[in-house]
């Protein structure tokens, strides 16, 4: 999730991407991503069970900056909100 192109990054795992991104846009949860307005959904990536899914988590939040960069750019360029495409 970010605020805006080159902005503030929040890296989080759910087991229901839809209703969570929901949640963030709609600020139901209070927490980083409601006090750094993230509400644009820019990277994913699907898992079918949660151990690797929160695995890859940690690998992500361990990574510099410019790594997660890379990641969001690599499929997502323009850092275009990809919530529309999930729902």
Known sequence: MANKKNG???VGVTGNLSKRVWEHKNML???FTARYQ???LVYFEPFDEME???EREKQ???GS???KI???EGTNAEWQDLYEMII
């Open 8 to 10: 503030t990054l929040y």
């Open 29 to 31: 949860t209070k927490g």
């Open 38 to 40: 993230c509400h644009h």
């Open 52 to 54: 690797p899914a929160i």
């Open 60 to 62: 992500i939040k361990a």
């Open 65 to 67: 900056r410019k790594k």
């Open 70 to 72: 890379e990641l969001i």
